[in-house]
């Protein structure tokens, strides 16, 4: 696991777009906005935004602002 920490210039480009084969990526914004951009469009991101969700359906997990669950609700321990 890496970490970069960056600030941003209005106007500036963190990276080019790119995707990881065998990895997963986050942002932490702690202030301003900036905006992702994905083949299915633009989405702006905000300090505070709670983010995305994702699904890891071989060991029943997922996961989105409201934690860590199995996909029935329960914990995932």
Not at 20 to 37: F, N, P, R, S, Y
Not at 46 to 62: E, F, H, M, N, V
Request: charged share 20%; with cysteine; proline share 5%.
């Amino acid at each position: 696991m890496g970490a970069s920490h960056v600030v941003l210039q209005p106007g500036a480009w963190s990276l080019q777009r790119h995707w990881h084969c065998e990895a997963d990526e986050i942002v932490i914004m702690l202030q301003g906005e900036a905006v992702l951009v994905e083949n299915g469009g633009e989405t702006l991101l905000r300090a505070g935004d709670k983010g995305d969700s994702a699904c890891y359906p071989d060991i029943d997990l997922q996961f989105g602002p409201w934690g860590f669950t199995r996909k029935d609700g329960s914990p995932f321990d």
